[in-house]
């Protein structure tokens, strides 16, 4: 017996002061939408920092600081959990997120591919994920900041199907979250 998860597909790229041109917003719901057209993949989401302005202090260069290891969602296409609305923010990504972090810290670029999701016993931390999702790909998006100043923003591709991405999957998902990095 299968048992189905009632999902919705939608698309939607929340407004980011760090990519603010609705050319740029274009770019990445195009790049979000292509994962999903080009893989197995059925979700793609991406996750981004959470940073806060510090009003105290406008011409230092801590204005957009990093929150504690907070992640938020800035995009989102394909098939998402039927306890989201039409807005990203609503989605919870847990407090402890240690695969999350250790994708996203500053200067990795390697991806971590999962694929068996229901046997990873940090399965709690994809709750923004659907649950029946078999397959988790996070890739770092290196975003520059200032020149020199650079984070990591994280892809993360999810699918229905155990072991479903081929080599060339994860190739062209790494190029598309590169390219993402380019427009953020």
Same mark, same amino acid.
Request: proline share 6%; glycine share 4%; no cysteine.
């Given at each position: 017996?299968?048992?189905?998860?009632?999902? *919705?597909? *939608?698309?939607?790229?929340?407004?980011?002061?760090?990519?603010?041109?609705?050319?740029?917003?274009?770019?990445?719901?195009?790049?979000?939408?292509?994962?999903? *057209?080009?893989?197995?993949?059925?979700?793609?989401?991406?996750?981004?920092?959470?940073?806060?302005?510090?009003?105290?202090?406008?011409?230092?260069?801590?204005?957009?600081?990093?929150?504690?290891?907070?992640?938020?969602?800035?995009?989102?296409?394909?098939?998402?959990?039927?306890?989201?609305?039409?807005?990203?923010?609503?989605?919870?990504?847990?407090?402890?997120?240690?695969?999350?972090?250790?994708?996203?810290?500053?200067?990795?670029?390697?991806?971590?591919?999962?694929?068996?999701?229901?046997?990873?016993?940090?399965?709690?931390?994809?709750?923004?994920?659907?649950?029946?999702?078999?397959?988790?790909?996070?890739?770092?998006?290196?975003?520059?900041?200032?020149?020199?100043?650079?984070?990591?923003?994280?892809?993360?591709?999810?699918?229905?199907?155990?072991?479903?991405?081929?080599?060339?999957?994860?190739?062209?998902?790494?190029?598309?979250?590169?390219?993402?990095?380019?427009?953020?």
């Amino acid at each position: 017996t299968t048992t189905t998860t009632t999902t *919705t597909a *939608t698309t939607a790229i929340e407004k980011d002061e760090s990519s603010s041109s609705s050319s740029s917003q274009s770019l990445l719901s195009w790049a979000l939408q292509s994962l999903i *057209t080009a893989t197995p993949a059925k979700t793609a989401i991406l996750i981004l920092p959470k940073t806060q302005d510090d009003d105290d202090d406008n011409d230092n260069k801590k204005d957009n600081k990093t929150i504690n290891n907070k992640w938020q969602i800035v995009g989102r296409v394909g098939v998402v959990p039927p306890t989201t609305t039409t807005t990203t923010t609503n989605m919870n990504i847990p407090e402890k997120s240690p695969i999350l972090d250790r994708v996203g810290s500053t200067g990795n670029v390697k991806e971590t591919y999962l694929p068996t999701l229901q046997a990873l016993p940090g399965r709690f931390e994809f709750t923004y994920l659907p649950s029946n999702t078999q397959l988790a790909l996070l890739i770092p998006i290196t975003i520059m900041e200032d020149g020199s100043n650079n984070k990591n923003g994280v892809l993360v591709v999810g699918s229905d199907t155990a072991k479903s991405f081929t080599p060339r999957d994860i190739a062209w998902s790494r190029i598309i979250a590169q390219r993402m990095g380019d427009y953020l």
